[in-house]
């Protein structure tokens, strides 16, 4: 990311205390009531690194969105506690909860969400223009330029591609210098060559930046460019691999899931 480091120091909040930027202690999610009740998440314990990347990945339905949008104060929590920085989401209201989100924690969803009536320039500064704030200038301007995005700041979404209009949800969610990103498979949407700009971009906010990144993915690929990888399978907390490769991934995930292990003997080797 072109970024110069004087802005690098000052680019990303930290949340108060170091360590941690997230963390789930005993988070449980049930959707339902009696027999046909689902547990989506059994009790997680999980802490995510300040300026590290971490994807979540598992089979289908352990419990990876779930986990996602409880970490991000999208949805609450059956049971257990999940902290932002020094801040127990618990302990919030709805309105509080909302301002947290709004100022402390930046998205990127898989469909982009962008407001469609707004120029590329206007999505990107909408969290703060929600807030009341005006961007400092240096910093949209080093934003914009970090995504690849300058020529591109009066079209509208429908005038960028798939790989474009990602970026500028990357930019959007950077502005704000969040003390923490969540991407819920940011690449899911866009051809190869777009996904792995994308995941260029998240990786080089951390490096550059000391931005924390947790990104729900299904890729393994995607997540060998993470500095961890955490594997759910049935709620739970299975795997947690250091920097592995794409390799790596497939092998930890074909182990949970006999129908994964089909997959990466046909599609890994
Ligand atoms: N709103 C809901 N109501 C009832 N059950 C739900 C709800 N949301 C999720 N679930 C169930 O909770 C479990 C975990 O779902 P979740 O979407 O978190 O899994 P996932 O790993 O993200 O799946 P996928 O990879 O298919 O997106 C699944 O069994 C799912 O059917």
């Known amino acids: 990311m072109r970024v110069s480091s004087p802005a690098t120091a000052a680019g990303v909040q930290q949340p108060g205390s170091a360590g941690a930027a997230v963390s789930a202690r005993g988070l449980s999610k049930r959707y339902g009531d009696g027999p046909a009740a689902v547990v989506a998440l059994d009790a997680v314990d999980l802490d995510f690194a300040a300026g590290r990347f971490t994807a979540i990945m598992g089979p289908s339905g352990s419990g990876k969105s779930t986990l996602l949008h409880c970490l991000a104060g999208l949805d609450r929590p ?13 302990s919030l209201d709805d309105r509080r909860l909302t301002l947290l989100r709004r100022d402390r924690v930046g998205f990127v969803f898989q469909k982009f969400n962008l407001l ?8 990107i500064v909408l969290p703060l223009a929600i807030a009341g704030r005006r961007p400092d200038p240096a910093w949209l301007r080093q934003v ?13 979404p429908a005038e960028l591609s798939g790989g474009q209009q990602q970026r ?49 993915t299904h890729d393994p690929v995607a997540a060998a460019r993470a500095d961890r990888v955490v594997l759910l399978a049935d709620g739970r907390l299975v795997h947690d691999l250091a ?12 182990g949970l899931d006999p129908a994964g292990a089909v997959r990466a003997r046909s599609v890994g080797r």
């Open 78 to 90: 059956s049971a257990g506690s999940v902290r932002i920085g020094d801040v127990d989401l618990d």
């Open 243 to 254: 920097a592995p490769t794409a390799e790596q991934v497939l092998d930890a995930l074909a």
């Open 116 to 123: 469609p009536a707004l120029t590329a320039e206007q999505n």
């Open 144 to 156: 914009v330029a970090a995504v690849g995005l300058t020529d591109r700041l009066r079209h509208r």
């Open 168 to 216: 500028v949800a990357i930019a959007r969610a950077l502005i704000t210098r969040p003390w923490v990103i969540f991407a819920d498979e940011p690449t899911g949407n866009l051809d190869s060559r777009a996904g792995a700009d994308v995941l260029r971009l998240l990786r080089e906010a951390v490096d550059t930046l000391g931005q924390s990144v947790i990104m729900v």
